[in-house]
């Protein structure tokens, strides 16, 4: 079935460790996303990718890295992870040859750090 | 700053039509979505408004005025499986998408 899958669905990890979120596409998108949403806030960006090889920093970049090395990819890293990164991450891809600039989201992954 | 503004929560009753306002301000505009999402999944996208006026699809039907930074998303002969938040969100001059906080709507029988 073609769309984004996302993993881990949820983790629960001691602050400090590392923690990469993946994320891996088969739609051929372009575009490729990380967003964090918590309760009472919109979805805010983290950092976003137009095209393998590039990458660029969202509204709330600090604390987290991406890496986009083909099409299809696109990990979240927390180097360290702290009890404020406690969220529900989504990766999502877009067409943005197509005119409407959909998002397609993945299920999400529930981090809390401790 | 960007800004979008939307309820934070709606109730309606089923089988009846419901309206959810959304107003933005935002550094350009490149267009405005509505997204649906169940508690628990990820969004999914239900519209798209560039240009000024209604577009309808089946039940649901997606308002713009860009003089007034204004959309409403108009949900008919509404369901229990429509119980759901609804996301508005702008694609700004950068095309990057500003998210509303989401409005909870709870359908009662």
């Known amino acids: 079935i073609a769309g984004i899958t996302q993993a881990p669905t949820s983790q629960i990890l001691a602050a400090g460790r590392r923690m990469t979120l993946r994320c891996t596409q088969d739609?051929?998108?372009?575009?490729m996303y990380w967003y964090r949403q918590d309760l009472g806030l919109g979805l805010r960006l983290i950092h976003y990718?137009?095209?393998?090889?590039?990458?660029g920093k969202g509204e709330v970049p600090d604390g987290y890295s991406v890496s986009r090395a083909n099409t299809d990819d696109f990990p979240l890293t927390l180097a360290s992870a702290v009890p404020s990164q406690t969220s529900v991450y989504f990766c999502?891809?877009?067409?943005?040859?197509?005119?409407?600039?959909?998002?397609?989201f993945g299920e999400g992954s529930r981090l809390t750090v401790l | 700053g960007q800004n979008i503004d939307q309820p934070t929560e709606m109730t309606a009753t089923e089988g009846a039509i419901v309206q959810i306002n959304c107003t933005y301000q935002?550094?350009?505009?490149?267009?405005l979505f509505w997204y649906q999402q169940h508690a628990g999944e990820a969004p999914t996208f239900l519209s798209y408004?560039?240009l000024d006026g209604l577009e309808e699809k089946g039940r649901f039907s997606s308002f713009l005025s860009r003089s007034k930074g204004y959309s409403y998303l108009l949900l008919k002969e509404l369901q229990m499986k429509d119980s759901a938040s609804y996301l508005c969100?702008?694609?700004?001059?950068?095309?990057?998408?500003?998210w509303g906080a989401g409005t909870k709507l709870i359908i009662k029988p």
């Open positions: 990718s137009n095209t393998a090889g590039t990458t």
């Open positions: 969100a702008v694609s700004d001059s950068n095309y990057q998408l500003i």
């Open positions: 408004n560039v």
């Open positions: 739609m051929r998108h372009n575009a």
């Open positions: 999502a891809s877009s067409d943005q040859v197509s005119n409407t600039g959909e998002l397609f």
């Open positions: 935002t550094s350009g505009f490149n267009g």
